[in-house]
């Protein structure tokens, strides 16, 4: 048997449907190896990253995988129908598949929910013997102990570039419980993470010395996370990761970060105003200690960016102009902008759905671009859009950068370098349409 599995890619907006491409991308993908890597030796695998490379949809192939976010489900929808015209079985996984079942049951012959591990097998067994299902349900791991290790050796490395950064999975979940995030709800709900030992060992394996770890929380346990960065330092890497701002207060633990090699650290702090992250259930993050937390970060010397979320009810007009000064006074190294969006799974959008405030519930996260899906409190969703795209081109000129970065001595600083310059020419190029997709 015979199986594809394909990564989409998306449109650049509703109205140009043009393929967003690259001719090379530093991360390698974690959802396609280790899809392969669950799969019966009796199935022969090929792996497609589109962003990368083109699809062709006549080869010859039994079952087609897509696995995608909402981003891209209006491209995986028409990447199966390519298939499915030749009567070709396609099933649809990932996060949308997760919230949009019977939506992406409209275009597929089958959608798995939830974790692969509990129902790959005996997907892949159904259709082989021509019984495939419509719906395949996975209840969340108990533990993540014995996970297999992704198969590498299906990627075309070549196409990610010499100073490539693998993408690994230390835990899952979050131990908290925001009113706008859907993440925790369909990485399994409770916080669950890996042996130390195990994802030491896919370190070795993978033969990166660059690493992410794609997860919401690696703190999320903190002696766990302790023991795992004991395991990383005689292996002399350099990872990046998210974890929370609390973290940033505990000087042990950021001394052992330094140990194993951190290079990079995404802190979703949210707001500075206390009273809105309380309104957002971010009880973890203590505004009045924001200043101590950079701090911190900054004389370890290590690179770090910060996410804002705006258009919360009772907020501050005068938030925008506020969050650039607290940027600037600290100089924070990056920050991403985003708008208050109700994605779908959320209290938050049931109770924007209720009061008839989500402008138009079937494009939330369809499409690139920090857009404005809701009726804010204050002002209009252009404004709103207005003061984000603002923010960025303050933010991300020369005159702020030469203010805020530390010369590029370090690879640390290096990397604040490289990410400003990114944001600053994904902001320059957004035009109208407010695309800050990633190039």
């Not at 129908?81 to 996984?93: L, N, P």
């Not at 394996?205 to 690493?211: A, E, F, I, K």
């Not at 690696?218 to 990872?239: C, D, H, Q, S, T």
Request: charged fraction near 25%.
């Amino acid at each position: 048997m015979r199986l594809l599995i394909i990564q989409p890619s998306h449109y650049r907006s509703p109205t140009e449907r043009v393929v967003f491409k690259s001719k090379r991308r530093s991360v390698v993908p974690l959802t396609l190896p280790y899809l392969a890597a669950l799969t019966p030796p009796e199935w022969t695998v090929r792996l497609i990253d589109e962003q990368l490379e083109e699809i062709d949809d006549t080869a010859p192939v039994d079952l087609v995988a897509i696995s995608c976010w909402t981003l891209h489900s209006v491209r995986a929808y028409d990447i199966a129908a390519r298939f499915r015209a030749r009567g070709v079985k396609v099933v649809i996984g990932g996060p949308h598949a997760f919230f949009y079942n019977e939506e992406a049951l409209d275009h597929c012959d089958a959608v798995a929910i939830g974790e692969a591990e509990p129902i790959w097998a005996t997907l892949l067994a159904d259709a082989a013997a021509g019984r495939l299902q419509k719906i395949y349900r996975a209840e969340p791991l108990e533990n993540l102990a014995g996970l297999p290790m992704p198969r590498y050796d299906l990627l075309d490395m070549r196409r990610y570039g010499p100073f490539r950064t693998f993408t690994l999975q230390s835990s899952r979940g979050c131990p908290f419980q925001c009113d706008f995030c859907s993440e925790r709800l369909y990485l399994g709900g409770r916080y669950r993470w890996r042996p130390a030992a195990e994802v030491a060992e896919e370190i070795r394996r993978c033969g990166g010395r660059n690493l992410f770890f794609g997860e919401s929380n690696f703190g999320g346990n903190k002696p766990r996370a302790l023991e795992l960065m004991e395991a990383m330092i005689p292996l002399k890497v350099r990872w990046s990761t998210l974890w929370s701002s609390h973290l940033c207060l505990d000087e042990n633990f950021l001394d052992l970060a330094v140990r194993s090699g951190v290079l990079h650290v995404n802190i979703g702090i949210e707001s500075i105003d206390s009273a809105t992250l309380k309104a957002m259930r971010k009880t973890a993050n203590k505004a009045n200690r924001y200043d101590e937390m950079v701090a911190n970060l900054r004389k370890r010397g290590i690179s770090f960016s910060l996410n804002f979320i705006f258009g919360w009810d009772g907020e501050s007009p005068t938030v925008f102009e506020s969050t650039l000064e607290f940027l600037e006074r600290n100089k924070v190294p990056a920050a991403y902008f985003n708008i208050l969006t109700p994605t779908k799974g959320t209290k938050l959008y049931e109770e924007y759905l209720a009061a008839g405030r989500i402008l138009d519930p079937d494009s939330i996260d369809r499409w690139p671009g920090q857009l404005c899906q809701i009726r804010p409190e204050q002002g209009s969703p252009a404004e709103l859009e207005g003061h984000i795209q603002q923010m960025y081109r303050r933010f991300y000129s020369l005159p702020s950068m030469l203010r805020r970065l530390p010369p590029p001595l370090t690879q640390a600083n290096i990397a604040s370098w490289v990410i400003n310059w990114s944001e600053r020419r994904m902001h320059g190029s957004a035009q109208g349409n407010n695309d800050f997709d990633g190039y």
